[in-house]
């Protein structure tokens, strides 16, 4: 109900962060139940309207940028659908767009997502990469719960690292 109440209210206003804001809300409720299709489209809505240039900065309220969080649902959706080029592009320019919104916890945000996406490819060293940056940012800025996380991450490319090592002496 609420998602459509925002929706309805960034149409009335006219208002294009509103309007973005409102994609990415839909594109993450799509994502989460699966609906992959319908979560890209309305990423990719979001991405049009701040490529079009009519948001013109983000506001200092926002906890995580929609742009951002809209590039990341189009990435993983990609995914999904096994557009493997266009997912890694995608999510590069998440991290990319947050850094040059000099927006940290946007930032790690999308270091986690790119690392679970890693993670999800069994690639340790792309996942340690990330982890890395991950862990760094995190203790700059005390960020409890992606310091957490990246903890974990590298924990796994330990164990995969391990795994791989006894296997290779098995041999």
């Given at each position: 109900q609420i998602d459509r109440r925002i929706y309805a209210l960034a149409q009335e206003q006219n208002d294009a962060r509103l309007m973005l804001t409102a994609y990415q809300v839909f594109a993450a409720i799509f994502y989460f139940l699966g609906e992959f299709d319908s979560s890209r489209k309305y990423a990719r809505h979001g991405i049009q309207i701040w490529r079009s240039g009519s948001v013109q900065s983000p506001v200092a309220e926002e906890i995580i940028s929609p742009v951002v969080m809209c590039l990341i649902y189009e990435?993983?959706?990609?995914?999904?659908?096994?557009?493997?080029?266009?997912?890694?592009?995608?999510?590069?320019?998440?991290?990319?767009?947050?850094?040059?919104?000099?927006?940290?916890?946007?930032?790690?945000?999308?270091?986690?997502?790119?690392?679970?996406?890693?993670?999800?490819?069994?690639?340790?060293?792309?996942?340690?990469?990330?982890?890395?940056?991950?862990?760094?940012?995190?203790?700059?800025?005390?960020?409890?719960?992606?310091?957490?996380?990246?903890?974990?991450?590298?924990?796994?490319?330990?164990?995969?690292?391990?795994?791989?090592?006894?296997?290779?002496?098995?041999?």
């Open positions: 990435a993983m959706s990609d995914w999904h659908f096994g557009e493997i080029a266009s997912c890694h592009a995608l999510m590069d320019e998440a991290i990319a767009t947050a850094k040059e919104l000099k927006d940290r916890y946007t930032l790690a945000m999308a270091l986690a997502w790119a690392a679970g996406l890693a993670y999800l490819e069994r690639d340790p060293a792309e996942v340690d990469r990330l982890a890395s940056e991950l862990i760094e940012l995190s203790t700059r800025h005390h960020f409890a719960y992606f310091l957490t996380l990246g903890s974990i991450l590298r924990s796994w490319v330990r164990s995969a690292s391990l795994s791989l090592t006894i296997a290779s002496c098995a041999t």
